[in-house]
């Protein structure tokens, strides 16, 4: 396995590297204002100029971006398709969304995950938002996720 950069600069901040395996590595750092944000490359490799700039720009719009995530839950969790129960739907607000975590894989696609869900469907591992640049496109239920 090739010597891999520690820390990696995505435009002034450090991210740190956390594990690297024969199958992965991951880079991350804490943010001022609370989250994080991760790059994981797979196999393990440096990130490209451009998985860095992604990162970059999520670090720089990091607030405005986890505030569309958790209106976009809340939109999408309260249509039939997900089942929540009358007290989910009671507590359904961005309030119940907490401690952000973006992730940029390789291809420059990113997930953030809210590690504190207050509803059923998030309680173990929390909920995601899939974006495609900074737009909200998806909820990735995380309930069936392998600890690591």
Request: glycine share 8%; hydrophobic share 50%; net charge negative.
């Amino acid at each position: 396995m090739a010597a891999l950069t520690d820390p990696l600069d995505a435009a002034g901040t450090m991210l740190h590297s956390t594990a690297v395996t024969d199958e992965f590595a991951c880079w991350a750092a804490e943010l001022p204002a609370g989250g994080s944000v991760s790059i994981l490359t797979e196999p393990p490799s440096v990130p490209t100029s451009e998985t860095l700039a992604t990162a970059a720009g999520i670090i720089a719009d990091f607030a405005a971006l986890a505030e569309a995530a958790a209106r976009y839950l809340v939109a999408e969790l309260a249509t039939p398709e997900w089942g929540l129960d009358a007290a989910d739907l009671g507590r359904l607000s961005t309030d119940a969304f907490d401690v952000p975590e973006a992730v940029v894989w390789e291809d420059g696609t990113w997930m953030l995950r809210f590690a504190e869900c207050d509803l059923q469907v998030g309680a173990e591992y929390g909920i995601g938002v899939n974006f495609v640049g900074t737009a909200p496109v998806g909820v990735e239920d995380l309930s069936d996720a392998d600890e690591v």
